[in-house]
């Protein structure tokens, strides 16, 4: 607990000098884990320990907490920025309770926004009364009765799925002969006709209509991503699926004092070869890091397009879909490898998770650590490690391999992954305690705009294993929740881990940078069924308070 010199240190913009007070301070350092104050200078963390034991506060900004509780900044270890943006700007179907809710949604929209194409996101069918065993997804017909003749793609909410107006459909020249590429599915009722529901890589055929082509509306959307990021108390994002044409974009706006967080960009696959021959990229102090690439084995568990070894419990014709090969993944791997560019690869289902540990091990054994600008300190990841098999619990500590997880799916899924995947099968899912229990770094976050995206939603489920409303059901393996310690690690330590940054981020200590997550409650002492009612009061990054709630 001592003061420590910070001249020499970049002073980011838009930096204060603060003192932080008035409420516990979990450092998140064993052996020190709480503090009654910190000061930050220059960026920094300059003090940490008792009000006692403080330096001259001469200069300095105070903050009373006011009985709030701070903690190192938390980070997002898996969201989506720009689609939490899109999600602020489009047709929001999140928490639609049945088809004629999420269809009345639509009407309004259409109503309120009578030109142009109409984007949404959100609607999920498992639970809605229409839907039997989450049989009944949304169709054109239900589209072209709620806003007759429009353009319409309304995405699933896990973004694995996406729904097209009759009008959408024509318009981009697709019908009956149109055929789905390699890792997708263009659904076709019984007779014959279309559905108007894409899966996984087939959504890509309706991309001309989306608005991600103005870059005017792009822009908007990451302020508007940033705005409600920072609102929920995130300090940084690791940004998955970054688009790889808007990492300039990223970069200016960090310039220009417009990305008040960190973000750690894994870009799309279309940015690979480019990033490869540049290697890792970083502005503005590090306030936009671009290092990764985020490729996608399989498709996602509700839209039955995770890959599985056995046929799916409730679909018997289907185990889910492989979106690419080893003969394709594995040279791009190795020149991952030799480039110094860390990998995160999505993989949900048990088959798509063996399929890309047993790439990695290929890329790994074919090049030796000499080759590697990294060595052995590669730090690949899997992005959800959703459904494993036990037997290949192992995969993760012999590699090693990062398990980059969203607690939040384990209590949304509960109520449909049973009928999914069977009961034996649930022994490997969501497994976070048995992977930590095995020395695995496991990385929390949120999959947002799959997801809600409040961190305390997120540690309230990584703890509790309950769905918002309190129910556990008699299956769902609540013996995999994790300790309170050990969650806080999940979103701050260890995404800093898994973005190269443990020496700077993750916990509050002398000489770290100043970013800090403050709660209305204490997450480590308040009853777990409390935690989603809380909410983030203050958001520091860098030194700069970039929220601060009324």
């Known amino acids: 607990m001592t003061a420590v010199a910070l001249t020499a240190l970049a002073v980011p913009a ?12 979990h450092t998140g350092v064993d052996g020190t884990p709480t503090a009654d104050v910190v000061i930050a200078r220059a960026g920094r963390i300059a003090y940490v320990g008792s009000a006692a034991g403080a330096p001259s506060t001469d200069g300095l900004e105070v903050i009373d907490l006011e009985g709030a509780t701070l903690f190192p900044g938390f980070t997002d270890g898996h969201a989506h920025l720009d689609g939490i943006g899109w999600r602020e700007l489009t047709l929001n179907l999140e928490g639609s309770t049945s088809v004629v809710d999420a269809m009345a949604r639509l009407t309004a929209w259409a109503q309120d926004h009578p030109t142009g194409v109409i984007v949404g996101r959100g609607w999920i069918e498992t639970r809605w ?18 806003a007759p003749g429009r353009l ?40 014959g006709r279309l559905t108007g529901l894409f899966v996984d890589a087939a959504e890509q055929l309706l991309g001309p209509l989306m608005p991600q082509a103005n ?24 940004f998955m699926s970054a688009p790889w044409g808007d990492i300039p974009l990223l970069e200016a706006m960090a310039e220009a004092g417009e990305a008040p967080l960190k973000i750690y960009n894994s870009v799309t696959p279309d940015g690979a070869q480019a990033l ?33 070894h056995a046929p799916y419990a409730d679909a018997p014709g289907t185990t889910g879909l492989m979106q690419t090969t080893a003969v394709v993944q594995e040279p791009l791997y190795e020149q991952a490898l030799r480039a110094g560019i860390q990998l995160a690869t999505h993989a949900i289902g048990d088959r798509g998770n063996t399929e890309v540990s047993d790439w990695y091990a290929m890329a790994l054994a074919a090049v030796p650590p000499s080759e590697r600008p990294n060595g052995t300190d590669v730090r690949w990841r899997i992005e959800h490690a959703q459904i494993l098999r036990p037997s290949d619990y192992h995969r993760f500590v012999d590699l090693p391999i990062i398990a980059s997880m969203q607690p939040s799916h384990a209590i949304g899924d509960f109520h449909f992954a049973a009928a999914r995947l069977g009961d034996d099968r649930l022994d490997g899912a969501y497994a976070w305690k048995s992977l930590v ?13 799959v997801e809600r995206g409040d961190p305390l939603i997120e540690f309230y489920a990584a703890v509790a294993r309950r769905d918002l409303e309190g129910f556990q059901g008699p299956d769902w393996r609540p013996e995999e929740a994790v300790d309170r310690a050990t969650a806080l690690k999940m979103f701050t330590l260890w995404p800093a881990y ?20 403050a709660f209305s409650i204490d997450l480590m002492t308040v009853p777990a069924a409390d935690i989603p009612g809380g ?16």
Do not use: C
């Not at 302020?223 to 994002?237: K, Q």
């Not at 909410?535 to 009324?550: N, P």
């Open 14 to 25: 838009g930096a204060q000098d603060l003192l932080i007070r008035g409420g516990t301070i």
């Open 276 to 308: 490869f021959a540049s290697g890792p990229r970083s502005v503005a102090n590090g306030r936009i890091i671009t290092r990764a690439v985020k490729y996608y084995a399989d498709g996602a568990l509700g839209s039955r397009g995770a890959a599985l």
């Open 215 to 238: 870059p005017d509306a792009t822009r908007a959307a990451y302020r508007a991503g940033f705005e409600v990021e920072a609102r929920y108390g995130w300090t940084g994002v690791h």
């Open 129 to 146: 009364p229409e839907s039997v065993n989450g049989a009944r997804f949304l169709t054109a017909a239900d589209l072209d009765a709620a």
């Open 498 to 517: 898994a973005s190269f940054r443990e020496a700077e981020l993750g916990t509050i200590e002398v000489g770290k940078r100043a970013d800090f997550t």
């Open 437 to 449: 229990d095995l020395g695995v770094i496991v990385v929390g976050g949120s999959d947002a705009p």
């Open 152 to 191: 319409v793609l309304l995405q699933r909410a896990d973004g694995h799925a996406m729904v097209a107006s009759s009008a959408a459909l024509a318009a981009l020249g697709i019908d009956e002969t149109t055929a789905a590429p390699f890792g997708g599915e263009i659904l076709k009722g019984p007779n």
């Open 535 to 550: 909410r983030a009061v203050l958001t520091v990054v860098d030194g700069e308070v970039v929220y601060r709630a009324d």
